[in-house]
């Protein structure tokens, strides 16, 4: 995939203007955080599918992967609807809740922020290929 600058834009944009995402487990919660955006995550199942959800990936990545998204709270984990409904009118009320804890991870999960990570990559990797040739 190779979006244009107008997908970028796109992209971008949603996340700046959008008041709130409401996510399952995807680090897609970096872009939000990334344009201050509040984010919820899901943690529970449709009640006809309880099974399949116990089983499945998302509500694995809770304690795997994603953990580590999630280690300083910058966002709301719920585990119910009732949970889910109180976490958005808390956001909508005052979006700024957890706004330091999303800038921290942010921080942390991403070393570089100013659109230049794509070369920088590619310096590294033609840094380690350089010294592995000698």
């Known amino acids: 995939y190779r979006p244009t600058m107008k997908d970028v834009y796109l992209h971008l944009a949603l996340f700046k203007h959008a008041d709130l995402l409401i996510n399952h487990s995807s680090t897609v919660a970096l872009e939000s955080f990334a344009a201050n955006t509040p984010v919820i995550n899901v943690n529970y199942p449709p009640p006809w599918h309880w099974l399949s959800w116990y089983q499945s990936i998302p509500r694995h990545d809770f304690r795997e992967h994603y953990a580590d998204l999630l280690a300083d709270h910058p966002s709301q984990v719920v585990t119910s609807k009732s949970q889910l409904i109180q976490a958005a009118r808390n956001y909508l009320s005052s979006p700024d809740l957890d706004q330091s804890a999303r800038q921290s991870t942010l921080t942390k999960m991403t070393t ?20 592995h040739d000698t």
């Open 112 to 131: 570089i922020t100013d659109g230049t990570a794509s070369q920088a990559m590619l310096d590294h990797f033609k840094h380690l290929a350089a010294a």
